[in-house]
Every structure is written in structure tokens, then in C-alpha cells.
């Protein structure tokens, strides 16, 4: 349990770890987060390789930046754990 705590921790903005944003998809980032002040699930699909973790880091730091707290932030990569 602890090795799938660490592999979940590095993805995520608990520490100080600088994360990488990649290019700023502001049309994208700024129609998504419009959407989350509801309590509905939200899926970001699309083709593999075309920024849809860029995105969602890009919406990670979005809601940080307006106050809501690191700890209330969960991002999960589930590629990443399986391998």
C-alpha cells in the first residue's frame, strides 16, 4: 500500500515538487474549468498523446490558484501505476 501511496504522491501537488505544465491551452483549460463549480463528474477523453494530463495538471494549478486546498486535489494515473 505504501509503494501505491508514493506512485500516486509523485503525481500529485502535495509536496513541492515543481510539475511540468507543458504549452497553456487556455481555450480548453479555461471551457473545463468553468464546469467545476458542480458536483458532476467530469472525463477528459481524446486520442493518447494530443495533452489531456497536460490539461488536467493545467486545471490542477488553476484551482490552486483559487484557493482551494492542495489536499482536497486527487490525480490519479492509472498507466502509471499499472507499470
Known sequence: MKEI???IRKYNFWDEANQEFG???TDYADKIFSYTNNRLIKVLVGQRRTG???ILRQLIYKLLSSNISK???LYIN???MLF
Open 5 to 7: 501511496f508514493n506512485r
Open 23 to 25: 504549452y497553456y491551452r
Open 52 to 54: 489531456k494530463s497536460y
Open 71 to 73: 489536499n482536497n486535489i
Open 78 to 80: 492509472i498507466w502509471r
